[in-house]
Structure formats: C-alpha cells, structure tokens
C-alpha cells in the first residue's frame, strides 16, 4: 500500500555523532562570535556542565588538531558539515561461518 499523493515523506532525524565534521559558532569575548571548524568528538561532562568537544582542522588558522571544548550555553549556531555514521552502523555483525557444530 503505498502514501496518499499530497502525503510527504519524513525526513530522517538529525543526529549528531562523533567523528562528524562541524562548523560551531560560540559567544566569545565582546560580543565577538568564535567560529570553530573541524570534527566532533563528542560531549564532556566538567564539573556538571556538558561541554562540546571539537578537533580543529586547523582552516581558521588555528593548531591543527587542537581540542576546542565549547560549553553548551555558549553555543550560538552548529553547522553540519559532514555525518558521520553512528558506531552501531559501523560495526555490522560479520556473516558466521559454519564451525565444527552445526
């Protein structure tokens, strides 16, 4: 059976998942705006408060490879620039091969 003609397919969700490539603009000192470019990491708990952490790719002149941690509340706007598959995905079952029991 398929969707009625006016009924418009879901997109899927969006998800955010280490190893994904970012743009992140976060509040920076007079009202200046830090534009941070490279890839996620994942998230860090300090002291109760999450924070992002970015690898810089080093396009803004900063030190490539460097580890950017941007709390939460700071964060003005995140571009996604590039999805990483989630781990589970990553990691699919290899075929079983027949063993001495079958």
Do not use: C, W
């Not at 280490?18 to 300090?46: H, M």
């Not at 490539?64 to 964060?75: D, E, M, N, S, W």
């Amino acid at each position: 059976m398929s969707a009625p003609p006016g009924a418009a397919k879901r997109p899927p969700p969006i998800t955010l998942t280490p190893g994904s490539r970012v743009r992140v603009r976060s509040a920076g000192p007079d009202d200046q705006a830090i534009e941070s470019t490279g890839t996620f990491r994942g998230l860090v708990s300090i002291g109760g408060d999450n924070i992002m952490a970015i690898e810089l790719d080093g396009s803004a002149g900063e030190e490539k490879g460097r580890i950017r941690l941007v709390p939460i509340p700071a964060l003005l706007a995140i571009d996604i620039l590039e999805v990483a598959k989630a781990e589970e995905e990553k990691h699919a079952e290899p075929a079983q091969s027949p063993g001495y029991f079958r």
